[in-house]
């Protein structure tokens, strides 16, 4: 064995990074698992540890989980580079954009459920927008966007609550968010 | 578990803002619910001879027509959202046994007598989208 040449060095942020991309990426694997009636409509749970991530570390870390999740959870799943890969890509990055604006959002008054909510329309925005514009150049795709909006609301909601539980549990942000 | 889904701990999880992004979404939601029910809907119904339009019929009222076709008359029977060949001189009478059609782009063909009954919907184009 020769010694590489190349040392990375992991830092405390990227140990903790990694983990919460693992458990994100493990909710992705699961939820493939669980038949939907329609093609692209998902549960999202590995949102909810983005919106963990978004509130004890800020925006940044919550981009590497996010898209960590997409290309690794691609992947696992023989997706990678798939169409399927692209939508998700889509919908990841504006689900993000999203989050960052919903974030500067009163805390006071706007939790999780809100942030969720904002990710998930977000998240099927990009994403029939990619497909129209690419995969069906067809307007009969809008006529899913009622479909797309219903599972946003329905698991937007779920999700937003999960991670509200979830951050009463581990608490708030340990070191606030890095400016 | 109890404590952690009672309903108190959940509505304990919803900020006031958070009431109003809900309250929002489901707005744009029932919003948007008139286009999963217009959805290929069908509009009217258009009767062709040798392919020339000769009739074109709105699927809101109820309605017969006649229409000269090649060997005789042809009865186009309209009802809201439905139209069909009702009775046809053709031998096999394929287009009379297709009954009602309310698909868009379904099309009843009676050629023996030269005439076709089709449905059109909001926007012509693609037959079907499939995944």
Known sequence: MTRSPIDLVATAD??????????????????????MPLPGVKPGLANIVVLVVLARYGWRDAVWVSLLRVVAGSLLLGQFLAPGFFLALAG?????????????LPVRA????????????????????????????????????PFF?????????????????????????????PA | MNRALSRRAVLRLIKAGDW???????????????????????????????GVVVAELPLNAARRVRVDGALGVSVIEVQPG???VASDP??????VRQGWLTQANAIAICAPNHLSLSIVGRTAGHDSLAY
């Not at chain 1, 497909?131 to 307007?139: E, K, Q, S, T």
């Not at chain 2, 919003?31 to 509009?43: M, Q, V």
Request: charged fraction near 15%; glycine fraction near 8%; aromatic fraction near 4%.
């Open chain 2, 20 to 50: 109003v992004a809900l309250l929002l979404a489901a707005a744009g939601t029932a919003a948007l619910a008139p286009l999963a029910l217009s959805g290929g809907a069908a509009e009217k119904a258009v009767v062709r001879r040798d």
């Open chain 1, 110 to 145: 706007f939790g999780p459920v809100t942030q969720s909510l904002a990710a998930a329309f977000a998240h099927i925005a990009g994403q029939l927008v990619v497909a129209r514009l690419w995969l069906v150049p067809h307007d009969g795709l809008w006529l899913l966007t």
């Open chain 2, 82 to 84: 439905r139209a069909r």
């Open chain 1, 14 to 35: 990227d140990h903790r990074v990694a983990r919460y991309a693992a458990a994100a990426i493990a909710l992705s694997v699961v939820e493939a698992a669980i038949p």
């Open chain 1, 92 to 104: 990841a990055l504006a689900s993000l954009m999203a989050l960052g604006v919903a974030m500067h």
């Open chain 2, 90 to 95: 053709g031998p096999r009478q394929y287009c």
């Open chain 1, 149 to 177: 909006a219903l599972a946003a609301l329905v698991f937007g909601l779920a999700n937003g609550l999960a991670a509200a539980r979830l951050l009463e549990e581990v608490g708030e942000p340990p070191a606030a968010r």
